[in-house]
Structures are given as structure tokens and as C-alpha cells.
């Protein structure tokens, strides 16, 4: 129960209010998500080896992503630039 006193005391959030929470290691390799998913919360570790995830800048302790960016930050992508691998030649 560590975790949700850290949401509530750090972020002023409830943990059971159904947003994900994430957490960056000290190196920045590895990440915990912790959420509420109506009938526990779910803790996922993951780790990216070599790496380090690209963590977005927090003035206030806390940043909000859009689950876009959230999945292109466990992915490994730079979230802030991202680069179109496929550009459409033609219109319909």
C-alpha cells in the first residue's frame, strides 16, 4: 500500500480514481505503473535493458499524458518529437 500513500501524500491524487500512475527509476531504465481497475490495483514493472525512457519534464511533481504519449513512452520513443515512419503519396 506504499504506492497509493504516495499518490494521495506526493501527488494529491487517489489511487482508486481510475488514472494511471508512473513511476520512473532512479537510472530512468525502468518504470512502475500502478492503477485501479475496479476490482484491484494492478502494479506492472517494466524495465528496457541498455536504454532509458524519455520522462517528461515536471515543474509541480506531476505531468499528464494522453494515452498516446503514455504508449510511446513504454515503447521507447521520444514522445516529444515523434517521426512519421509513413507519409501518404495520394489523396482519394
Known sequence: MA?????KRQLHENAFGG???VFRG???D??????????GLCFV???????????PQASSGAVSLTSAQL?????????R????SWQPTMSA
Do not use: H, Y
Open 3 to 7: 504506492w497509493r500513500r504516495r499518490c
Open 19 to 21: 488514472n494511471v500512475f
Open 26 to 28: 532512479r537510472r530512468g
Open 30 to 39: 525502468r518504470v512502475k505503473l500502478l492503477w485501479w481497475d475496479g476490482q
Open 45 to 55: 514493472r517494466q524495465a528496457t535493458g541498455a536504454s532509458k525512457f524519455v520522462w
Open 71 to 79: 504508449s510511446m513512452l513504454l515503447e521507447g520513443i521520444d514522445w
Open 81 to 84: 518529437r515523434p517521426v512519421r
